[in-house]
């Protein structure tokens, strides 16, 4: 993957799901006393599905991103074979197993997410 691009789609995510809460914080400091109606009506609008939806894809890619990075860094022959010479022979089997881990984790957090809003 692209060093530089990796950094400035981590750094976008970050500050539209910095923005995204403002969002949703604003609504709730301006709404007070907060009620179920006046929450039932903004979080039915397609305007928050649309933008819900939107943070759920950045976040897990915000994530993948991270978590990448930490297992391209942490998880090689040197820095295992540091903790043990034989872990650094299945250095690659061990990233490979966190990947689809996280990737997996990742995917069934989008599925219930999206299951969650659009139903």
């Known amino acids: ?26 609504f709730v400091f301006l709404n007070q006393p907060l009620e179920f109606t006046a929450w039932q009506i903004f979080t039915n609008q397609l305007e928050f599905l ?12 915000h994530a993948y991103i991270g978590l990448w990075t930490v297992g391209t860094d942490y998880f090689t022959s040197r820095t295992l074979g540091f903790l043990h ?13 966190y990947t689809l881990i996280f990737c997996i984790v990742g995917l069934l957090i989008i599925f219930i997410i999206l299951l969650t809003i659009w139903s």
Do not use: C, D, H
């Open 1 to 26: 993957m692209m060093g530089s691009t990796l950094f400035f789609i981590q750094r976008f995510s970050a500050l539209f799901l910095l923005g995204y809460s403002l969002w949703i914080m604003t």
């Open 85 to 97: 010479p034989e872990l650094a022979k299945y250095a690659n089997l061990i990233r490979g197993i």
């Open 50 to 61: 649309i933008l819900t939806t939107l943070v759920a894809f950045i976040s897990i890619l």
